[in-house]
C-alpha cells in the first residue's frame, strides 16, 4: 500500500517533468531521482521483484535523460493522458472531452489506473521481452492475448492493486510506432 500511494503521490506530483519519449514506461531521469530522493522509493520499486531481468543497470540509466522502467505510467502527461493527443491511440475510447487519466487524484477520468506492469506487444504482435508477464501474441483484431497464463498488476488511484490475468486484458493503447500496452 505505502508502495502504491508513494507511486501515485509521486506520478501526479511530478507531472511535466517526463521523459521526452512519449511511452508511457519512459521516464526523465530527474522525476526518477526526485521519486528515490524525496519520495524514498528505491530501484527496487521501478521494477517488479518476479521479473529480475528488468531491473538491469542499461534500462535504469538509458541515457542522460531516460530511464526505462518495468511498469507503465500515464498519469501526469498530457500527451499520454488524452485521446488523440498525438502520442498514440487509446484502445477503448472516452466520451468526448472527457479525460482519459488523471491529472490530479480529483479528476473525474474514464480509467482510474495509475501503475500497471509493463505488458507491451511489439509491431509484430508479440510479447517477450519487453511485457513482465506475458508470453505469446496478442490478436488485434479480437484485442486479445494468445498466450500461456500470464497476466498484469494494475494499480488504482485509490491505492488498491489487482491482478489482471491476460485473457482479461485488452490493448489499452498504441503508440505511434505500434508498440501496445495491455492491462
Not at 42 to 62: F, M, Q, V
Not at 69 to 74: I, K, L, Q
Request: glycine letters at 12%; a negative charge; aromatic letters at 14%.
Amino acid at each position: 500500500m505505502k508502495m502504491a500511494t508513494g507511486f501515485t503521490t509521486a506520478a501526479l506530483v511530478l507531472a511535466g517533468t517526463t521523459a521526452a519519449h512519449y511511452a508511457p514506461y519512459w521516464f526523465h531521469a530527474q522525476a526518477r531521482d526526485t521519486m528515490l530522493d524525496e519520495y524514498g522509493l528505491t530501484r527496487d520499486y521501478c521494477y517488479c521483484p518476479s521479473n529480475d531481468a528488468w531491473n538491469d543497470d542499461a534500462l535504469w540509466d538509458w541515457d542522460a535523460s531516460n530511464t526505462v522502467w518495468g511498469y507503465a505510467n500515464f498519469t501526469g502527461d498530457e500527451r499520454l493522458s488524452h485521446q488523440n493527443s498525438g502520442s498514440g491511440v487509446w484502445g477503448t475510447q472516452p466520451d468526448a472531452g472527457e479525460a482519459t487519466m488523471h491529472q490530479t487524484l480529483d479528476d473525474i477520468t474514464f480509467y482510474d489506473v495509475v501503475w500497471m506492469d509493463l505488458s507491451r506487444s511489439d509491431p509484430t504482435h508479440v510479447f517477450g521481452p519487453g511485457g513482465n508477464h506475458v508470453n505469446g501474441t496478442a490478436d488485434p483484431g479480437t484485442n486479445t492475448i494468445n498466450g500461456k497464463g500470464g497476466g498484469g498488476n494494475v494499480s488504482y488511484i485509490d491505492g488498491h492493486t489487482e491482478w489482471h490475468p491476460e485473457n482479461e486484458m485488452e490493448m489499452r493503447w498504441q503508440d505511434n510506432l505500434g508498440y501496445r500496452v495491455w492491462w
